[in-house]
């Protein structure tokens, strides 16, 4: 029986493990945590959530809750394991962040097809593998990728993390618990600030003292992760129109709309840790402790964790990877995850996924399985071997980019529903045939 070679047990990685291994496949599975870490990462599990716990929305007419579904349907780890360690969080997926790479440790250490090896890999080796060590690549590992592509260069942009508070620390007084619109259960902490707090904030975020980071430019930070300092300096009301909106949500001390609200949302399934929503940052840990304590709610906040800022790598796919994730010259190297140019935690798990799929599908020598641009599955791959438009960025799955309709559906929720469900038709299809020819388990 053939072994596939993993590199790296982060969420990509242990799904492309999980999926190869219950195609009956043989998986070595390499991470080099603990013996090696990086100072973004805390915990010696796997599928550590680096930044937030937040795995986004859960709604068909979100693309991302799309993606979700698809990958719940095709038997994925990753959001089994998510949905069993869920924390309330209105319309979103959130998950305890301890709980929930424990037990995709503990599922991938269990299955008898899946070995793994504690060290760290600096080489490319011949097929069958499948790098998925994300944008936290080691230099060693990441050297020899730029030396197996002959020198291609990466393109990077830098990413940040936002800190943690306790909840007995915060001043439920001058708080309250909300989701925006009243969705799902009251699942936020919710912490108002009105214009004069509010200004004096955004003026001492601007002036802030910013830990140095290597090679940092404002221009290089990816807008889904962007610092908040970052944000105050484009605009006074940035931010208000950004993390800290008041839209859809009331104080009930007033009865009113504030002018601005930071939200807080459960880290853990305890609900004793709580982290700012939208609150990536950069800054200096003293300066975190003393701009964000500005916030009424937050005077006396003790901080579990401080933000922190990391350099992301990814490849530039189009020129390099296919439709599966794999090497245009040999299909037996793939590449997974966040180093592909895919964004976010679910994107990751379903480039895993396929990528997964299709090298089970080569070496056991049966039908590539196919999954088109009409699948949120299939359209990130697609962008990603060559889908974009100019410059290649990170992207986050969106309806932009999985195939039109071809006809007209009025309201943007409406056409949103109508692509997802035809999405989740072609799904089902592609799980049925693939049953039939045994390359799904």
């Known amino acids: 029986?053939?072994?596939?070679?993993?590199?790296?047990?982060?969420?990509?990685?242990?799904?492309?493990?999980?999926?190869?291994?219950?195609?009956?496949?043989?998986?070595?599975?390499?991470?080099?945590?603990?013996?090696?870490?990086?100072?973004?990462?805390?915990?010696?599990?796997?599928?550590?959530?680096?930044?937030?716990?937040?795995?986004?929305?859960?709604?068909?007419?979100?693309?991302?809750?799309?993606?979700?579904?698809?990958?719940?349907?095709?038997?994925?780890?990753?959001?089994?394991?998510?949905?069993?360690?869920?924390?309330?969080?209105?319309?979103?997926?959130?998950?305890?962040?301890?709980?929930?790479?424990?037990?995709?440790?503990?599922?991938?250490?269990?299955?008898?097809?899946?070995?793994?090896?504690?060290?760290?890999?600096?080489?490319?080796?011949?097929?069958?593998?499948?790098?998925?060590?994300?944008?936290?690549?080691?230099?060693?590992?990441?050297?020899?990728?730029?030396?197996?592509?002959?020198?291609?260069?990466?393109?990077?942009?830098?990413?940040?993390?936002?800190?943690?508070?306790?909840?007995?620390?915060?001043?439920?007084?001058?708080?309250?618990?909300?989701?925006?619109?009243d969705r799902g259960t009251a699942d936020y902490v919710n912490c108002a600030m009105d214009r004069e707090q509010y200004l004096a904030f955004v003026d001492a975020l601007k002036t802030a003292e910013e830990a140095p980071v290597h090679g940092f430019e404002d221009k290089l930070v990816f807008e889904g992760c962007m610092p908040v300092e970052v944000m105050a300096r484009r605009g006074v009301d940035t931010l208000r129109y950004g993390p800290l909106k008041p839209v859809g949500l009331r104080d009930p001390r007033t009865g009113r709309e504030p002018y601005a609200v930071v939200q807080l949302r459960r880290d853990n399934a305890a609900g004793s840790v709580y982290n700012l929503v939208g609150f990536q940052t950069h800054l200096k840990f003293p300066e975190q402790k003393r701009v964000f304590s500005m916030i009424p709610a937050l005077r006396n906040a003790e901080f579990v964790r401080y933000g922190v800022m990391h350099r992301n790598t990814f490849l530039n796919s189009p020129q390099l990877l296919d439709r599966y994730y794999a090497d245009r010259r040999d299909p037996l190297v793939a590449f997974a995850g966040q180093m592909t140019g895919v964004e976010g935690y679910v994107e990751s798990t379903a480039s895993g996924f396929l990528c997964a799929k299709a090298m089970a599908a080569k070496v056991l020598g049966r039908p590539l399985p196919d999954f088109s641009r009409e699948t949120a599955i299939g359209a990130l791959a697609w962008y990603i071997s060559g889908g974009s438009v100019g410059e290649f960025q990170p992207m986050n799955v969106n309806f932009g980019i999985l195939e039109p309709l071809g006809h007209r559906v009025k309201g943007k929720a409406n056409r949103n529903l109508a692509i997802a469900n035809r999405a989740l038709e072609r799904i089902d299809a592609v799980i049925q045939t693939e049953n039939e020819k045994g390359a799904l388990s």
């Open 1 to 181: 029986m053939s072994t596939v070679r993993v590199i790296g047990a982060g969420l990509a990685g242990c799904e492309a493990a999980w999926q190869l291994a219950q195609g009956g496949l043989e998986v070595a599975l390499y991470e080099m945590k603990p013996a090696k870490m990086t100072p973004a990462h805390h915990s010696p599990g796997f599928a550590e959530l680096v930044c937030s716990n937040s795995l986004r929305g859960d709604r068909l007419e979100n693309a991302v809750g799309l993606l979700k579904e698809e990958l719940r349907r095709c038997g994925s780890l990753i959001l089994a394991c998510a949905d069993a360690t869920r924390v309330e969080a209105g319309g979103a997926l959130a998950v305890d962040r301890d709980g929930f790479s424990r037990l995709v440790t503990e599922k991938i250490r269990s299955h008898p097809a899946i070995r793994i090896f504690e060290e760290e890999v600096t080489e490319i080796s011949v097929g069958p593998v499948i790098v998925a060590t994300g944008p936290l690549t080691s230099d060693g590992l990441s050297g020899a990728i730029q030396n197996y592509f002959g020198g291609a260069e990466y393109l990077r942009f830098f990413d940040a993390a936002a800190p943690l508070v306790s909840a007995a620390s915060i001043d439920m007084d001058l708080a309250w618990l909300a989701s925006r619109y």
